[in-house]
């Protein structure tokens, strides 16, 4: 199970969504959780930490983790409609590894988000860590968010790579771009907010539990359709490459987000998730980049898509009118990083392995895409394809409304084939087809895989269905 913590944390919104978890009720242990889902405790642990971050549920040393939102915020957070309420019960491991979605066995590894951690040098990476623990590092109970080593190496990386100009103490380390907008928005407190739909939901939850009223925008194939903003406070965009479709938001579009922000004295977070990878278009630099977007954007990056989610590091260069608050809220929340992984990571940067490996990434993941993209072509002429330019993902999609996606991705699972369905990311606004992560496909593997999805597609258009294999 590739992306287990997420996964388990989804689930859990989910049960809360359904009117089986409630507010106040305990969750089990993360060792009774581990044991009851066969997954490994660290992923648990990891789950809960995104649950912690995102103000899903609280923890108390010695009484376990408890739920403090209500069904009706767990249901904005994931698009689920409401539904008669059932009687509550434990988590059972179904829950976490649902046979529908799951593959038992994992073939090749699609889904969105997921980077090739085969291409990270393992010298370098080893001598990262053993700088990192050279010595044991104290712990500061006045600066709980204070991490010097990276504050100080993303100043000059985000300036060379993103064009990005900011001091070290307006940089704050995050566990997770969740842990990032929770924080934000404890900080800043708006009556009202606005993000993409079809968007990230980890994103939507922290500000459906922060904020009074989210208002989802539609997207389209430049991303967020900014005309559509009114008078909201605080708006949650991913410019450089919409997610889940890809969409690149326009010089137009973005000078007119700017300007509408400073009209209305908004905030807007900028989530460049997976910003360093460019292929057959020019770059364009991030909002905070760009003349108005040092007062009004908060900017986040993150480890995930560069390296590995499993480093559990994200950044946001935040205005310096906000810095200490956002400081503050991130103390308050405890949604502080490990220093010992900031310290590695920082060690990276500062030898130049970052940059070494962003380079080899880049033309790995270039090679795949396109790989992937002729054999998309060729296998299934029929569907658009968004999104190619830039990331690690592409996103296909058809107009035969009888054909649901989430069938086609469960198909595709029962052949250990791992992907996402667009619907799967959609709140309000309706979404059909498939994410299609290229990151882990090998060239080699393009066409065989394509050519399967395109069979799974007409066995679900033809109403059969492949049992799940063991």
Avoid at 234 to 255: D, S, W
Wanted: hydrophobic share 45%; proline share 7%; with cysteine.
């Amino acid at each position: 199970m590739g992306r287990e913590p997420e996964a388990i944390a989804a689930a859990v919104v989910e049960e809360i969504a359904a009117g089986r978890l409630d507010r106040g009720d305990p969750l089990p242990s993360t060792r009774a959780l581990a044991a009851q889902t066969g997954v490994p405790r660290s992923a648990v642990v990891s789950a809960y930490d995104v649950l912690l971050a995102a103000g899903i549920i609280e923890t108390t040393p010695g009484s376990g983790a408890t739920v403090v939102v209500d069904q009706g915020v767990a249901r904005s957070a994931t698009g689920v409609g409401a539904a008669p309420r059932r009687p509550r019960e434990r988590l059972r491991p179904n829950v976490v590894r649902p046979e529908r979605d799951v593959p038992h066995r994992v073939r090749f590894n699609l889904m969105p988000g997921a980077p090739d951690v085969s291409l990270i040098r393992e010298r370098e990476w080893r001598q990262a860590w053993r700088s990192a623990t050279a010595s044991v590092p104290e712990l500061d109970w006045y600066h709980p968010m204070s991490h010097p080593a990276l504050q100080g190496a993303l100043v000059a990386h985000l300036r060379q790579m993103r064009g990005i100009a900011t001091e070290a103490h307006d940089v704050v380390i995050f566990p997770g771009v969740s842990a990032a907008v929770h924080a934000v928005t404890h900080a800043l407190r708006p009556r009202s907010a606005a993000m993409e739909d079809p968007g990230y939901p980890m994103a939507r939850i922290p500000l459906q539990h922060n904020v009074a009223r989210v208002d989802l925008i539609l997207v389209d194939d430049h991303g967020m359709q900014v005309e559509r903003l009114d008078r909201q406070e605080l708006v949650y965009v991913t410019p450089a490459h919409q997610f889940p479709l890809g969409g690149r938001m326009p010089v137009t579009r973005r000078e007119q987000l700017l300007r509408w922000a400073s009209a209305t004295g908004a905030v807007i977070i900028e989530d460049d998730f997976d910003g360093e990878y460019r292929h057959d278009s020019a770059p364009l630099g991030p909002l905070r980049s760009m003349a108005s977007g040092q007062e009004s954007v908060v900017y986040i990056g993150t480890a995930s898509k560069v390296l590995t989610p499993h480093l559990r590091l994200a950044w946001a260069v935040v205005p310096p009118w906000m810095s200490e608050a956002v400081r503050v809220a991130g103390t308050t929340l405890r949604t502080d990083a490990s220093l010992i992984a900031s310290d590695a990571l920082a060690h990276l940067i500062g030898n130049g392995g970052l940059s070494r490996h962003l380079a080899r990434a880049q033309r790995t993941y270039a090679a795949r895409r396109r790989r992937l993209v002729a054999a998309l072509a060729q296998h299934l002429p029929e569907v658009e394809l968004v999104g190619v330019e830039a990331g690690i993902h592409v996103a296909v999609r058809w107009r035969d409304d009888t054909v649901r996606d989430s069938d086609v991705a469960a198909e595709c699972a029962a052949r250990g084939i791992a992907l996402a369905p667009l619907s799967a990311y959609a709140a309000q606004h309706l979404a059909n087809g498939l994410l299609l992560g290229y990151a882990q496909l090998p060239e080699t593997q393009a066409d065989a895989v394509v050519a399967e999805i395109a069979e799974a597609l007409e066995v679900v258009r033809q109403g059969r269905r492949t049992p799940v294999s063991p």
